[in-house]
């Protein structure tokens, strides 16, 4: 009998990001676009705070249907003043014709793609140890202002 999975929310981070630069090509097929994370915040029951800008990023592998593979390393200086490393993997996936309108810029209806992380953490700070030891996943959407990520501990 399978074990069932069990999240807790914990907290929700909203980015701002600049112009990516356009890598190109690489032997696997996928374009390499680097994304900076410019700023944004946390928000949340367990954690609340910023998001540090210039040395976060987004290295975006995007195949030719438009699917994207996310992997972003950024800091977060929590409310407490701590800093907390975060780095996180995912998927952004959906119809071609949808996948188009996000790259446009459009407003879409974040049910109509699949845009899922799995989330890992780093801090030295005391009061948020506990998140050296937490997997959490994340449910992303992408609003012209930004990403947006719904994240959850996995207990």
């Not at 701002?16 to 630069?21: F, Y």
């Not at 699917?67 to 390393?73: E, G, N, P, Q, Y």
């Amino acid at each position: 009998m399978p074990l069932p999975l069990v999240t807790e929310y914990l907290f929700s981070m909203d980015l701002t990001v600049g112009a990516p630069q356009m890598v190109g090509k690489g032997p696997d097929g996928h374009d390499l676009r680097v994304v900076a994370v410019t700023g944004g915040t946390v928000t949340g029951p367990a954690l609340q705070g910023e998001i540090l800008g210039g040395t976060a990023a987004d290295w975006l592998r995007v195949e030719a249907d438009g699917t994207a593979h996310i992997d972003v390393r950024l800091t977060i200086k929590a409310a407490s003043g701590s800093l907390v490393y975060v780095q996180y993997s995912g998927i952004r996936t959906g119809k071609p014709e949808v996948l188009a309108r996000l790259a446009a810029g459009e407003a879409v209806d974040p049910a109509e793609y699949y845009f899922r992380t799995t989330m890992r953490f780093q801090t030295g700070a005391a009061d948020l140890a506990w998140m050296n030891r937490t997997l959490a996943v994340g449910t992303g959407q992408r609003p012209p202002s930004g990403p947006r990520y719904d994240v959850y501990a996995v207990r």
